[in-house]
């Protein structure tokens, strides 16, 4: 499969993923992975920056509220148009356009930094996003990226629980088992039968890398990195949100920060 593929069934979940994360239902993104990805992000304040993948921009907005000017890309047109529109109500200066991490719409050497939030590791070419993210960065600036992380992540995956719901193991198909574009189905836990009939289950395709692979692409893009993270779940979090229980047994995301 191809980006251009693999960008269209993007496309084709944007409009209920909008929905739903924005009524709140990405309890992951929201209690766990973007939090733990604000807390270790350097200051921005006056930084120019790049958001790779940006969906419906939610994350494009923590970071410009951080204080940076933002540009943001994502493959698909819907997400794009969601983001553009909350931008025309609510302006902080972000440009939106739509385009592929593999091919930057940008010149070199544009960037103090740049973010991806939960893309990388959703597209066939990982390797030529991390050569475009280097590509546009100044010198001494910094790509920090979240990713699901590629040890707990699989297709095969399936949470074993005891009586109490509490997991005490995860049954994962092969880890060096490359998939490359498998389709899979699935979507936000604790949905009510309301939203359930509103929207369909997101359909995208699946795409894998074990963690030497990252890594060595990493490095092979010219990066040297300088912080990794697997988020925990906190208990004040989990007190919110009792499906992040599961966080605090096992890391569901992965983050980079890699230095030019
Ligand atoms: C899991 S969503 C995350 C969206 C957003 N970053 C967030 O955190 O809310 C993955 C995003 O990657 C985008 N995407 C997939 N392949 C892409 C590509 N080749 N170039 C740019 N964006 C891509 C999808 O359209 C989608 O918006």
Redesign the pocket.
Known sequence: MD?RE??RY??DV?EAWTAL?RAGFDVF?DGLNTPAFFSTIPDLRGLKGAD?????G??TRLLAEKGAQLQA????EI?ISHAKATEMASPLGIQYQV????ALPFGEEQFDFATS???LM??PDPEL?LLEAFRVLKPGGFLQFSITHPCFDNIARKSLRDEHGMIHAIQLGPYFQTVNGELFEWTFNDLTEEWKHRYQKFKVPYFNKTLTEWVNAIMAAGFAIEMINEPKATDEAVKKYPLLRDAQSFAYFMHFRCRK
């Open positions: 980006n693999a960008g993007w496309n944007a994360t993104r790779i993948g940006c969906g419906e939610h994350n890309i994502d493959i698909s997400f385009a592929s991490a593999t939030f939960m893309c959703d597209m996003a």
